[in-house]
């Protein structure tokens, strides 16, 4: 029998404070004894010249070069040569703004004294993707319904469908009903009633409400169980329209859903119900193609700004400025986040192509040289660098931060900047080990690995990165980030290095690269690849609930639109690397997505 993998000990994020020492790490000995290097720490301020001090000079090993021919970009010439038409984003504006005052009338309205009307309304702006006009008076109205939500729920006689509803809708708000609203469903057993199986509606909002759970609620997991498989059951039964829709949702809940691709599907849906609101539904439809019009000429300039770099010969990288754009757009898609947008596509392609640099084509020696560079952030480093193409690369780090650092200054912001420059090197430590890893074949322990894979994965890094750009985003924001309270930080430092995990090993093996939670998983505890991977997915949903933890507290740890970041960290996170590598291979999985956020409006007739 194999050993099984203690849960507990899968975890990139442990219940330290950062920043994280890197612990000793015993690797083969080399020739006359002499280890590879002794503790390094990824402390930025503890000295980042002994760091590398510590590390091995040059080897006859070190000219290894793990090369890869990743997938050449499919989408920068299209979007280089789209043609943008300011005159229908003007028509298209003018007829947003009629519509939200009629949208707003109904939802402020006094005449309505039906709650459900009002939660049911708010469900829809959600879906529909246009929220975000109307926040202030969502929130007051669902203040207001919170009150009375006892006596809503426990008062009335309301079916499954309607209490799932009520449950999701406040949730997805960071109000907190007591799951045992459910209860009423259950038979004597506490199994849910066998009769709600033919109940279509209240069991898609039931899968869907349950989401939202956290640990301890065993009411909420019996739910998720049964009603993903009475889904799949009542999909085969249902009419083409609804049964796309309950694949959507199998596939991927709401919940777990990136927002723009969630607005998109469910708009498609929602414009083939008999009982729509067709003037949300042309808000919905005018906001979505008047959003991608300014979205094309923001990615418009990101690929200019990209293809000057590029153009330095930074060779070997994969080159993914659309799907980085998509990555933020899926942070935030709303207007008022243009700037946060252009400074994270802009971080993260860079970020991309260090990381490819180290992975894909550096040799040993080369990428000791890139090292001692980023930590020292200083330009009178470039002329040590033995190549241009890393001295290019180099320079577009150093350039693109100060950039980002004169727009957020003027906000008194630099400390955003700071912050973002310190996980950077502390990333690139992480980096620079792993590549000493591969060196000497060395295959670290479960433990070693994960004390540098929170780093490595850059998770905390590219949050830090989505935060510069955000007003909202103040020193406290930062400070979160490097004390890690809550839980939220432990989760998405689960979610999507776990999933990377799983969808790299082959190819990162392929290129010589042995330090993978996967295999470190399979060597320590003797367990098949197969095995490893299932334990790895079986952490998933606790960290989900983690996420929701926090989300669910008032006051929450940092204000929610902070936490709303980190939530679509792991969606976007869930959709890139679910079933396949998304990023490297996107054309396998982002490129309908970003075909249809980006380039294909949706058709508007009016009646």
């Not at 760091?51 to 280089?80: E, G, Y």
């Not at 009633?193 to 279509?200: E, P, Q, T, Y």
């Not at 507290?553 to 996170?573: G, Q």
Request: charged share 25%; aromatic share 10%; net charge negative.
């Amino acid at each position: 029998m194999a050993i099984q993998i203690p849960l507990a000990a899968i975890s990139y994020r442990g219940n330290n404070c950062l920043p994280l020492p890197l612990p000793h790490i015993p690797p083969p000995a080399r020739e006359g004894g002499q280890r590879s290097f002794a503790c390094c720490s990824l402390r930025t301020n503890s000295g980042n010249a002994d760091f590398l001090a510590r590390l091995p000079q040059n080897s006859k090993q070190d000219t290894f070069r793990p090369l890869i021919d990743f997938p050449p970009d499919v989408w920068c010439n299209h979007f280089a040569s789209l043609s943008i038409d300011n005159s229908e984003l003007e028509s298209n504006s003018g007829k947003v703004e009629s519509l939200k005052e009629i949208v707003r009338d109904s939802l402020i309205a006094s005449k309505s004294d039906d709650p459900l009307e009002k939660v049911n309304l708010i469900n829809l702006l959600y879906r529909l993707g246009v929220s975000y006009h109307f926040e202030n008076e969502i929130e007051k109205q669902l203040n207001h319904l919170f009150e009375i939500s006892n006596e809503l729920i426990n008062e009335h006689d309301y079916n499954l469908s309607t209490v799932a509803l009520i449950f999701q809708v406040f949730g997805q708000h960071g109000y907190k009903i007591p799951c045992d609203v459910f209860n009423k469903f259950t038979d004597k057993n506490g199994k849910f009633k066998s009769s709600l199986a033919r109940d279509v509606k209240g069991i898609l909002r039931l899968y869907e409400a349950c989401q939202w759970g956290i640990q301890g609620e065993g009411i909420l997991d019996e739910a998720n169980s049964l009603t993903m498989d009475q889904l799949c059951s009542l999909a085969k039964q249902s009419s083409p329209h609804l049964q796309q829709y309950i694949l959507n949702a199998l596939n991927r809940p709401y919940h777990r859903g990136v927002p723009r691709v969630e607005h998109r599907q469910f708009i498609s849906f929602y414009e083939q119900e008999e009982s729509r609101n067709d003037t949300l539904l042309n808000l919905a439809k005018l906001d979505f193609n008047r959003l991608q019009l300014l979205h094309q000429q923001e990615l418009k300039v990101l690929i200019g700004w990209w293809k000057e770099l590029n153009s330095s010969s930074m060779i070997n990288i994969r080159d993914r400025i659309a799907e980085v754009f998509f990555w933020s757009v899926g942070h935030y898609f709303e207007p008022q986040y243009a700037r946060a947008r252009k400074i994270l596509t802009q971080l993260i392609q860079l970020l991309a192509a260090l990381a490819d640099t180290y992975d894909a084509y550096g040799a040993y020696e080369e990428l000791r040289c890139l090292a001692n560079a980023i930590l020292r952030w200083d330009r009178s480093a470039l002329d040590q660098l033995p190549t241009d193409p890393l001295k290019a690369l180099y320079k577009a780090i150093l350039d693109t931060h100060e950039e980002a650092e004169r727009e957020v200054s003027n906000e008194g912001r630099s400390f955003a900047i700071s912050y973002t420059k310190e996980e950077t090197q502390k990333t690139l430590k992480t980096y620079i080990v792993q590549a000493r890893w591969t060196v000497e074949d060395h295959l670290p322990t479960l433990d070693e690995y994960l004390d540098i894979a929170s780093y490595s994965s850059a998770t905390i890094l590219v949050l830090a990165q989505a935060f510069v750009g955000m007003e909202e985003a103040g020193i406290e924001t930062f400070k979160w980030l490097a004390r890690g309270d809550g839980k939220t930080l432990d989760a998405i430092t689960t979610i999507g290095p776990f999933y990377n995990d799983i969808v790299t090993n082959e190819d990162e093996e392929k290129r010589g690269l042995v330090d993978c939670g996967l295999n470190c998983s399979m060597k320590e505890f003797g367990v098949s690849k197969e095995e490893a991977i299932e334990e790895f997915k079986r952490r998933l949903p606790k960290a989900w609930k983690e996420l929701n933890e926090d989300w669910l507290m008032r006051p929450t740890i940092v204000p929610r639109k902070i936490l709303l970041r980190a939530f679509n960290m792991a969606r976007v996170a869930d959709l890139t690397y679910k079933d396949a590598d998304g990023f490297t291979y996107s054309a396998k999985v982002l490129k309908g997505y970003i075909h249809n956020l980006f380039l294909e409006p949706i058709p508007i007739s009016y009646n």
